[in-house]
């Protein structure tokens, strides 16, 4: 603990007072959530379906003896079970982060001196002290304040400080809420950006603002991934049809042929045939794949399956500041008080000479090194345009003699410079526009001209400072600033300008049918300018007020109208998340701040910035843009877009792969003919063909309409009825012609090794002929190339001849090698199979890939 001067009458806590209170409410800090145990949480992922269907697959593998293939099921498995783990640490991690803002050190004065102690000790009742560039430590009443002004950007969302004043009179029961000048209040984990300030600690941990969104945020769930949700029911219905069909075949073997060992394996063999283990196989790949595409783009991928739910997203709800704008603020307007104007524009531009002085008072009446990004506004526009004479008393020797402070009887400052040649100083003063209108003693004529022109530049979402300048000859400078004869140099606007990438990101996404939302803390009519400005299609408005007064019945009903909230609390951006959910929207919300954690999380899918962004809101997210680049979401929409497509293209393929698949097994159970396919060939095709070619989809391209489509239906199943008609019409033709070819290798009186031959070796020709019609959408297949299918081509071309060319191989798995006559006959059911597809794609592609 280190000692300090004493700060003022204050005396503060006693050592044993604060003691006695830490004990009692506990340290100044976040408190971590109950976790699960490792073993409850695998316990809970033990009882979803799609794992206990790879349970039950790798078991069937291990009763055959395959124990290669049982332990690529159980791999899988066990994948699962990691993946669970480590989201459940996501709440915690993001916990810590908001820990992470608090200061580690603090300034209190007890028994009358300052002390420094590490922040968690900060206690109820103690007096804190906060400095510019510091964070508060803890939540409070300001009992002393000189000129203090705070950033609290992280609570509201808004890049521009708010001035504070000191507390007059006891204290109110309830604090009030954050955002707004002339507050006596101060929040934990905001900054001081200019002055000092002495705080009465009221609320600390849990109990500030800051700990309050921690503790939502640590009670929120994630949403799971529709196409998870829809994946777990697909595997439900499939695997019930499986054992169903399963256990009729074992009766009708064992019924006509008596044979009920034989039966029970046809059974199982054919269960093997109908299960689609590929379909969470194609799930993590196409999700692993797409997340590593992503990144390329400069976008994190925080779970692999919010890609595929961010292509589907209706809303795209987004915060002001830093997230559309820059999250800094910039000259955008210069007024004279005759109504000329100018836009500094780009860096370089001609800077008239009339608007020299006006420019150059503003930067006087700025400290040299400011923290205040309005501030820093002046200062950059001097360094944009360095041939102006902006800067031109720093080199004629002029000095800061005296600087009068913002208070809260004059939102106005002044800054008083001399050069020590000249009797007369210099002073320039900027402020609100009516402080500076009467430090000029305005006409009302000019006043309300003034007003005018205020209106009109915050009507564009500008914030307007006056400036005036005055000279003293005296050598005692007066007490107020009050006491200068000011002449009336002008109005600034300035505006926290949008991303140079957000319009044309904006209209892309609205082409797409995603509805831009903005929610921000700011006021109304600078919200509304600012929305225009980025391109969101107009709307209604509703403030944060407006929202308070409604329930949430009728907010759904009416969030379909509106375009942009504005003046919301945190609290509020949550009930907006959850209305638009509510009201059936897949809802994508982005944000940088602490007040977007809650939001983040109940959100389908949370975006955070990268750079800007906070550390708590990166964690509650599930995409990063790790270049604050708001442009990037729309990469992420058309991935997210491909890998739905590519999804819906290999669920289509796996279901009408598994037709034939089916049909050669249980045919022979209804010919009499011999068994053609075996448990192991049916292994051999379901872990090594399908699930190879089922990687050609994840390669392919992206449609030429994707980014033309309006969303999915948020309840859109992954198979519709008409993708399930395309996948039962191709199976169907592929069972008939491979039926066809079954029965002319058996008719024509060949060996049963060849005959399975036949039948395999066309099976795996109309396996390849699946995999090319449902490569797209189009009737027929779009330019460009696919590097995957063209390997699969040479891979699949290799294992076909290992089975059937090389006698040690063939025998291996009971085929003999393929001759003359059943290649012919392979080849006429290829072209047939080629040509019926062609047809029946070419006059149903409309109506089966909706």
């Given at each position: 603990?280190?000692?300090h001067?004493?700060l003022?009458?204050h005396?503060?806590?006693?050592?044993s007072?604060?003691?006695a209170?830490?004990a009692?409410d506990?340290p100044?800090?976040?408190?971590?959530?109950?976790s699960?145990?490792v073993?409850g949480?695998?316990?809970?992922?033990?009882?979803?379906?799609m794992l206990?269907?790879?349970l039950?697959a790798?078991?069937?593998?291990l009763?055959?003896?395959?124990?290669h293939?049982?332990?690529?099921?159980?791999?899988?498995?066990g994948?699962?079970?990691v993946?669970a783990?480590?989201?459940?640490?996501?709440?915690?991690r993001a916990?810590?982060?908001?820990?992470d803002?608090?200061?580690?050190q603090?300034?209190?004065?007890?028994?009358?001196?300052?002390v420094?102690i590490p922040?968690r000790?900060?206690?109820r009742?103690?007096?804190?002290?906060?400095?510019?560039?510091g964070r508060i430590?803890?939540d409070?009443?300001?009992?002393?304040?000189d000129?203090?002004?705070a950033?609290?950007?992280?609570l509201?969302?808004e890049s521009?400080?708010v001035?504070k004043i000191?507390?007059?009179g006891?204290?109110?029961?309830?604090?009030?809420l954050?955002g707004?000048d002339?507050?006596p209040?101060?929040?934990?984990?905001?900054?001081?950006?200019?002055?000092?300030?002495?705080?009465?600690?009221?609320?600390?941990?849990p109990?500030s603002?800051?700990?309050a969104?921690?503790?939502?945020?640590?009670?929120?769930?994630?949403e799971?991934?529709r196409?998870?949700?829809q994946?777990?029911?697909?595997?439900?219905?499939?695997?019930?049809?499986?054992?169903?069909v399963?256990?009729?075949?074992?009766?009708?073997?064992?019924l006509?042929r008596g044979?009920w060992?034989?039966?029970?394996?046809?059974?199982?063999?054919?269960?093997?045939?109908?299960?689609?283990?590929?379909?969470?196989v194609?799930?993590t790949l196409f999700?692993t794949?797409?997340?590593?595409?992503?990144?390329r783009?400069r976008?994190?991928?925080?779970?692999g399956?919010?890609?595929?739910?961010?292509?589907a997203?209706?809303?795209?709800?987004?915060d002001?500041?830093?997230?559309l704008?820059q999250n800094?603020?910039?000259?955008?307007?210069?007024?004279l008080?005759d109504g000329?104007?100018?836009?500094?524009?780009?860096?370089?531009?001609?800077?008239?000479?009339?608007f020299v002085?006006?420019a150059?008072?503003?930067i006087l009446?700025?400290p040299?090194?400011?923290?205040?990004?309005?501030?820093k506004?002046f200062?950059?526009?001097?360094?944009?345009h360095?041939a102006?004479?902006?800067?031109?008393?720093?080199?004629?020797?002029?000095?800061?003699?005296?600087?009068?402070?913002?208070?809260?009887?004059?939102l106005a400052?002044?800054?008083?410079?001399?050069?020590?040649?000249?009797?007369?100083?210099l002073v320039?003063?900027?402020?609100a526009?009516e402080?500076?209108?009467?430090?000029?003693?305005?006409?009302?004529?000019?006043r309300?001209?003034m007003?005018a022109?205020?209106s009109?530049m915050a009507?564009?979402?500008?914030?307007?400072?006056?400036v005036?300048?005055?000279?003293w000859?005296?050598?005692?400078?007066p007490e107020?600033?009050?006491?200068f004869?000011?002449?009336?140099?002008?109005?600034?606007g300035?505006a926290d300008p949008?991303r140079?990438?957000?319009?044309?990101?904006?209209?892309?996404?609205?082409?797409?049918?995603i509805?831009v939302?903005?929610?921000?803390?700011?006021y109304?009519?600078?919200?509304?300018?600012?929305?225009?400005?980025a391109g969101?299609?107009?709307?209604g408005?509703?403030?944060?007020?407006e929202?308070a007064?409604?329930d949430?019945?009728?907010?759904?009903r009416?969030?379909?109208?509106?375009?942009?909230?504005?003046?919301v609390?945190?609290e509020?951006?949550l009930?907006?998340?959850?209305a638009l959910?509510?009201?059936g929207?897949?809802v994508?919300?982005?944000g940088?701040?602490v007040?977007?954690?809650?939001?983040?999380?109940?959100?389908?899918?949370?975006i955070?910035?990268g750079k800007r962004?906070?550390?708590?809101?990166?964690e509650?997210?599930?995409?990063v843009l790790?270049?604050?680049d708001?442009?990037?979401?729309?990469?992420?929409v058309r991935l997210?877009?491909?890998i739905?497509d590519?999804?819906?293209?290999?669920?289509g393929f796996?279901?009408a792969?598994?037709?034939?698949?089916?049909g050669?097994a249980?045919?022979?159970?209804l010919t009499?003919?011999?068994l053609?396919l075996?448990?192991?060939?049916?292994?051999?095709l379901?872990?090594?063909?399908?699930?190879?070619c089922?990687?050609?989809f994840?390669?392919?391209q992206?449609?030429a309409?994707?980014?033309?489509?309006?969303?999915?239906?948020?309840?859109?199943?992954?198979?519709s009825?008409?993708?399930?008609t395309w996948a039962?019409?191709q199976g169907?033709?592929?069972?008939?012609l491979?039926?066809?070819?079954?029965?002319?290798a058996?008719?024509?009186?060949?060996?049963e090794?060849?005959?399975?031959?036949?039948?395999?070796?066309?099976?795996?020709?109309?396996v390849?002929?699946?995999v090319?019609?449902?490569?797209?959408?189009?009737?027929?297949?779009?330019?460009?190339?696919?590097?995957t299918?063209?390997?699969?081509?040479?891979?699949?071309?290799?294992?076909?001849?290992?089975?059937?060319?090389?006698?040690p191989?063939?025998s291996?798995?009971?085929?003999?090698?393929l001759?003359g006559?059943g290649?012919?006959?392979?080849a006429?059911?290829?072209?047939a199979?080629?040509g019926?597809?062609?047809?029946?794609k070419g006059r149903?592609?409309a109506?089966?890939?909706?």
């Amino acid at each position: 603990m280190t000692d300090h001067p004493p700060l003022s009458l204050h005396r503060g806590l006693s050592p044993s007072e604060a003691a006695a209170r830490l004990a009692a409410d506990g340290p100044n800090e976040l408190p971590g959530g109950k976790s699960r145990s490792v073993f409850g949480i695998v316990a809970g992922v033990l009882r979803e379906p799609m794992l206990l269907l790879l349970l039950a697959a790798g078991l069937i593998y291990l009763l055959l003896g395959d124990l290669h293939d049982a332990l690529i099921l159980m791999a899988f498995a066990g994948l699962t079970i990691v993946i669970a783990i480590v989201q459940e640490a996501r709440t915690e991690r993001a916990i810590d982060a908001l820990r992470d803002l608090s200061m580690p050190q603090a300034t209190v004065v007890r028994d009358g001196r300052k002390v420094t102690i590490p922040s968690r000790e900060v206690v109820r009742g103690d007096l804190l002290a906060i400095a510019e560039g510091g964070r508060i430590a803890a939540d409070g009443w300001i009992v002393e304040t000189d000129a203090l002004q705070a950033d609290e950007a992280i609570l509201t969302g808004e890049s521009v400080p708010v001035s504070k004043i000191a507390l007059d009179g006891p204290e109110p029961d309830e604090p009030p809420l954050p955002g707004g000048d002339g507050v006596p209040y101060a929040y934990s984990g905001t900054l001081v950006v200019r002055g000092t300030g002495l705080i009465r600690v009221s609320a600390t941990g849990p109990r500030s603002r800051i700990g309050a969104i921690g503790q939502s945020l640590a009670t929120l769930e994630s949403e799971t991934p529709r196409l998870t949700l829809q994946t777990r029911h697909l595997v439900r219905w499939v695997a019930a049809a499986g054992i169903g069909v399963s256990v009729l075949a074992v009766v009708l073997y064992g019924l006509l042929r008596g044979g009920w060992l034989d039966g029970l394996l046809s059974g199982i063999a054919l269960a093997m045939s109908m299960l689609p283990e590929e379909l969470p196989v194609v799930l993590t790949l196409f999700m692993t794949m797409g997340a590593l595409r992503m990144s390329r783009s400069r976008v994190l991928a925080r779970r692999g399956t919010t890609i595929e739910t961010l292509g589907a997203a209706t809303v795209l709800c987004t915060d002001k500041t830093g997230t559309l704008t820059q999250n800094r603020m910039e000259i955008e307007e210069l007024r004279l008080p005759d109504g000329a104007g100018f836009r500094p524009g780009d860096d370089g531009a001609v800077f008239p000479e009339a608007f020299v002085r006006l420019a150059r008072t503003g930067i006087l009446a700025c400290p040299e090194d400011p923290f205040d990004p309005m501030e820093k506004a002046f200062h950059e526009l001097a360094a944009r345009h360095p041939a102006a004479p902006l800067r031109d008393h720093a080199e004629n020797g002029w000095a800061l003699h005296h600087h009068y402070a913002l208070d809260p009887g004059l939102l106005a400052m002044s800054q008083v410079w001399g050069n020590g040649r000249q009797e007369d100083r210099l002073v320039a003063a900027k402020g609100a526009p009516e402080a500076i209108a009467d430090l000029c003693g305005l006409s009302a004529a000019e006043r309300q001209a003034m007003e005018a022109t205020v209106s009109g530049m915050a009507a564009r979402g500008l914030r307007v400072l006056g400036v005036a300048e005055a000279s003293w000859g005296d050598a005692t400078l007066p007490e107020s600033q009050r006491h200068f004869a000011f002449t009336f140099a002008g109005l600034v606007g300035l505006a926290d300008p949008v991303r140079d990438t957000v319009p044309g990101a904006v209209e892309e996404l609205q082409a797409a049918g995603i509805r831009v939302v903005m929610i921000t803390g700011d006021y109304p009519v600078t919200a509304s300018a600012i929305a225009e400005k980025a391109g969101i299609a107009p709307g209604g408005v509703m403030s944060g007020g407006e929202m308070a007064a409604i329930d949430d019945t009728e907010l759904a009903r009416r969030i379909g109208s509106i375009a942009v909230f504005a003046r919301v609390m945190p609290e509020q951006k949550l009930r907006i998340v959850r209305a638009l959910k509510a009201a059936g929207e897949v809802v994508a919300m982005t944000g940088d701040g602490v007040n977007d954690a809650p939001s983040l999380k109940a959100a389908h899918i949370g975006i955070a910035m990268g750079k800007r962004g906070t550390d708590v809101a990166r964690e509650a997210s599930s995409i990063v843009l790790l270049d604050d680049d708001f442009g990037a979401i729309v990469t992420a929409v058309r991935l997210g877009r491909r890998i739905y497509d590519n999804i819906r293209k290999a669920t289509g393929f796996i279901f009408a792969v598994h037709l034939p698949i089916a049909g050669l097994a249980i045919a022979p159970l209804l010919t009499g003919w011999p068994l053609i396919l075996g448990p192991v060939h049916i292994a051999l095709l379901e872990m090594i063909i399908d699930p190879v070619c089922s990687l050609s989809f994840e390669a392919e391209q992206e449609e030429a309409d994707i980014m033309r489509r309006k969303p999915r239906a948020p309840d859109s199943p992954l198979v519709s009825r008409s993708l399930l008609t395309w996948a039962a019409l191709q199976g169907a033709a592929a069972v008939l012609l491979l039926l066809g070819l079954a029965a002319w290798a058996n008719l024509s009186g060949l060996e049963e090794p060849v005959v399975r031959a036949t039948c395999f070796a066309g099976l795996i020709a109309a396996v390849l002929i699946l995999v090319m019609a449902n490569r797209s959408f189009q009737a027929r297949h779009r330019k460009g190339h696919n590097l995957t299918f063209a390997v699969i081509l040479g891979t699949v071309a290799a294992i076909f001849a290992l089975l059937f060319l090389a006698p040690p191989v063939a025998s291996l798995f009971h085929f003999a090698v393929l001759e003359g006559p059943g290649i012919a006959a392979i080849a006429v059911m290829a072209v047939a199979l080629i040509g019926l597809l062609t047809a029946i794609k070419g006059r149903f592609r409309a109506t089966f890939t909706r």
